[in-house]
């Protein structure tokens, strides 16, 4: 039996998101477009719109659709920004970006993920995409700076370098707290004076940010 994939994202689209709360067009249309399951680990693709995070290669996991749609949602982006992504996994919160934004630049530090998914998003003609590996904690200065910054990871506190990559009224959005436990999502907002004003939103449960600049 063929899966019906599109009508699947669909009723994610409305029962997860939309009836959750999440507003922006900009991320439900993405969502709507977006084939999750082109994502997937070949071997549960049939749960490419279940409601919760799903394991990838090498431990890791594709965030739950919900989540992304609230940082997503919460970094307020234009067609125009230039956008870095800390945690590529499996390449999904990448595409929704590109489609959402100008410029998507991610890092991930597992060169089999990294390659992955450049590899998925090349093939879905995501031409706005660039796919580093490396360690996101040190960002990606090439690019900087940033009108957006998605931490896909969690963290023990906010990396320094992400906050000097941070262009003027740049959003960084990132969960923090335990590592393998509990954290909550922190959006940061860079005002006038340069100073970040930081907002509490979601609890969430991540795989860990490991790296120079964070856990070790
Ligand atoms: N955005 C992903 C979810 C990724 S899970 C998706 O949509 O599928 C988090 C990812 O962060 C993992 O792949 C992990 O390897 C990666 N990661 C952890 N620490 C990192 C670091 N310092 N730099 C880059 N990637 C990191």
Do not use: C, H
């Not at 994202?9 to 709360?21: H, N, T």
């Not at 707290?177 to 509490?200: A, F, M, P, V």
């Amino acid at each position: 039996m063929t899966v019906d994939y599109e009508k699947l994202r669909l009723e994610m689209v409305k029962e997860q998101l939309e009836k959750r709360g999440i507003k922006d067009q900009s991320v439900l249309e993405a969502f709507k477009k977006v084939p999750r399951e082109r994502f997937m680990l070949a071997e549960n693709r049939e749960l490419a719109y279940a409601d919760g995070a799903q394991t990838i290669e090498a431990g890791q996991t594709i965030s739950q659709p919900y989540i992304v749609a609230k940082m997503l949602e919460a970094l307020n982006l234009s067609p125009a920004d230039r956008v870095l992504e800390i945690g590529t996994g499996s390449g999904y919160a990448a595409a929704l970006l590109a489609e959402i934004a100008g410029e998507v630049y991610t890092v991930e530090r597992i060169e089999k993920l990294a390659v992955k998914a450049r590899n998925v998003l090349s093939k879905l003609n995501y031409e706005n995409v660039r796919v580093k590996t490396g360690d996101g904690t040190l960002g990606w200065e090439e690019y900087a700076p940033y009108d957006a910054i998605l931490v896909s990871a969690a963290a023990p506190y906010l990396p320094e370098k992400l906050k000097t990559q941070l262009n003027k009224k740049g959003r960084i959005i990132i969960p923090i707290g335990e590592r393998g436990g509990i954290q909550q999502l922190k959006l940061y907002t860079r005002r006038y004076n340069g100073n970040l004003k930081e907002e509490d939103l979601e609890y969430v449960r991540f795989v860990p940010l490991l790296g120079e600049d964070s856990w070790r």
